[in-house]
């Protein structure tokens, strides 16, 4: 089984960056041969499905973060990083790292297996 742990949240103000990283653990080959995922869960929302990692590919992103959110997963650390720029009070949730995709729609979160605690970030205007 894998073991997943999101961290990295904290408190910032709109316009203000943050890194979080997801640290997999039990992995028996490279993090690069696993479907990764990043959502999101703010109070009274539905969860929403930002980043998707697929093996050996570029990451996708959802429209309400392309183009201020980078996804990175280097070849050897164990550890998938989320870059968050110019972040937004809409952006205030609880964000979970997710590992291995059975398949389906890609931002359904019941379609990963693994799951992390989550970490808070909170972004005030």
């Known amino acids: 089984n894998l073991q997943v742990e999101e961290s990295g949240g904290g408190s910032v103000q709109a316009g203000g960056s943050l890194r979080l990283s997801c640290a997999v653990s039990g992995l028996s080959s490279s993090l690069k041969t696993v479907s990764m995922g990043w959502f999101r869960h703010a109070p009274g929302k539905e969860r929403e499905g930002i980043v998707f990692?697929?093996?050996?590919?570029?990451?996708t992103y959802a429209d309400s973060v392309k183009g201020r959110f980078t996804c990175s997963r280097p070849d050897v650390k164990n550890t998938v990083y989320l870059t968050m720029n110019n972040l937004k009070p809409e952006d205030t949730a609880v964000y979970y790292c997710?590992?291995?995709?059975?398949?389906?729609?890609?931002?359904?979160?019941?379609?990963?297996?693994?799951w992390g605690q989550g970490t808070q970030v909170t972004v005030s205007s």
């Open positions: 990692l697929e093996p050996f590919t570029n990451p």
């Open positions: 997710a590992a291995y995709f059975e398949g389906g729609l890609w931002y359904d979160w019941t379609k990963f297996r693994y």
